[in-house]
């Protein structure tokens, strides 16, 4: 546009030019003598025009010229650039027929590549080693990943290819040491700070690990919330390794604070106790199981609880944990606890008490068996057995130690699931069919969840 502009105002100024000459010349000659002595006399206008047609005559010529001239490099320029869009495209294809599984497409789509664009290009690079993995030629992939690592722009995605070799060999060191690798480039992607923070829990690596909680948060890979249950659950982690290492006081102060951080989380709190027990701090072994038990009551808090007076009689539990129950008195594993007491004590009346107020806690099958026992202590042919029966065919499952990745039902809570995953297990009632297969012909409760109040027998 603007080379348009710029022509058409030179041109109007040239015609304005020449009609001035030709309107101011009055036929006043101009002398011109060539190198062999002829004299020219034409008039002003006459020879501004001749020399201006002069002057664009040698513009035509060396445009020409230019172009000329310039012909074989534009064409070499462009068949370079024909070549790249087809090896381009050659590649575009190939990567289409590694992700379909076609290994001979791939290949043949690999070497046409090559052929336009090299076989350094970072684009063939990426699809010869795609290529040999199909073929299980790790060696070659290996060899084409640390080609791409060499080169900034390829750098993460052959780190990425590494790590994943490493990773199906086994060789979780390695593994690591690409991620690691990679967080150091890239510390704000996703699937870097995922894989790496994955790696870490794989071998145990708890304190690194607890640091890269912040960045799965920023990245937004996980919410504050569960951020905050990652901090917890790796609290205690690292605790463990504190006591193993002889240090318990250390121990302790990690342990409270991976309760302080996930209140609703029961193992950390048991552990913690335990921790309190040995360095024989029984105040902070008791309160620690009360927060908790405030926050969500849990059957592994009441058997920890429990264990803080084993020689107790059963009127002085079961006076105990009424003390306990006032943290939260309306929740149902905390009625299924009193009532469990009450008729070992054999107190039925405070039993049937606590069987009163099942049916308004949101009651899951064994809260309402234990419903059931108590009106049965005390009258077996009470009405009541049977509208809570009826309430127990279609009320959930117990809680248990649930594995998101599986659906298996573990007996104690660890800090990898049955498949290997790390965190995958949820304190929550498993589906109807997990019931089925878990409980066995006597209907005993899910493993995990029974408890063992019964007080010690005065001898």
Not at 71 to 80: G, S
Not at 95 to 100: E, Q, W
Not at 203 to 232: C, F, H, I, T, Y
Not at 395 to 407: H, I, L, R, T
């Amino acid at each position: 546009m603007l080379r348009l502009l710029g022509f058409l105002i030179v041109t109007g100024l040239l015609m304005f030019g020449a009609t001035w000459l030709f309107d101011h010349d009055h036929g006043t000659p101009v002398t011109i003598q060539w190198y062999d002595g002829t004299v020219l006399q034409p008039p002003l206008a006459i020879a501004v025009l001749l020399l201006l047609a002069l002057i664009g005559l040698g513009i035509v010529f060396f445009e020409l010229l230019r172009v000329i001239l310039g012909y074989p490099t534009r064409w070499f320029q462009r068949r370079r650039v024909n070549r790249r869009l087809e090896g381009f495209k050659s590649v575009s294809k190939g990567l289409i027929a590694a992700a379909a599984g076609d290994a001979t497409e791939a290949k043949e789509l690999r070497r046409e590549a090559e052929r336009y664009l090299g076989d350094r290009d970072p684009a063939t690079l990426l699809l010869a080693a795609q290529t040999a993995e199909m073929e299980g030629n790790h060696e070659v992939a290996q060899i084409k990943y640390r080609q791409m690592v060499k080169r900034p722009e390829t750098r993460l995605l052959g780190l990425r290819g590494l790590m994943s070799d490493a990773m199906a060999a086994g060789d979780e060191d390695a593994a690591l040491a690409f991620a690691r690798q990679a967080f150091a480039q890239k510390p704000y992607t996703e699937w870097v700070v995922k894989t790496l923070f994955d790696l870490l829990t794989q071998k145990g690596l708890w304190s690194e690990a607890l640091r890269r909680v912040d960045d799965l948060k920023l990245n937004k890979v996980v919410e504050p919330e569960e951020a905050q249950r990652l901090r917890g659950l790796l609290k205690m982690l690292m605790a463990k390794e504190l006591e193993a290492a002889g240090d318990e006081k250390e121990a302790l102060k990690a342990a409270q604070d991976a309760t302080r951080r996930q209140r609703s989380f029961a193992p950390a709190a048991v552990y913690a106790s335990e921790l309190a027990t040995k360095l024989d701090k029984p105040k902070v072994a008791r309160e620690v199981l009360e927060e908790a038990w405030a926050r969500l009551p849990h059957p592994a808090l009441a058997q920890a609880y429990a264990g803080l007076a084993p020689n107790e009689s059963g009127d002085s539990r079961l006076a105990r944990f009424e003390r306990l129950a006032t943290r939260n008195p309306t929740h149902r594993t905390t009625l299924k606890t009193l009532i469990e007491l009450a008729l070992a004590d054999g107190q039925n009346t405070r039993a049937l008490r606590y069987a009163a107020q099942v049916p308004d806690s949101r009651p899951t099958a064994g809260v309402l068996q234990a419903a059931i026992e108590a009106y049965r202590a005390e009258d077996p042919k009470s009405p009541k057995i049977g509208e809570l029966e009826a309430l127990a065919a279609q009320a959930p499952a117990d809680e248990a130690w649930v594995c998101e990745a599986s659906g298996q039902i573990v007996e104690e809570w660890q800090p990898y699931g049955p498949t290997g995953v790390f965190d995958s297990l949820r304190w929550q009632s498993p589906p109807r069919i997990a019931t089925l297969v878990a409980r066995t012909s006597d209907a005993e409760d899910f493993a995990g969840t029974t408890v063992d109040l019964e007080p010690a027998r005065a001898s």
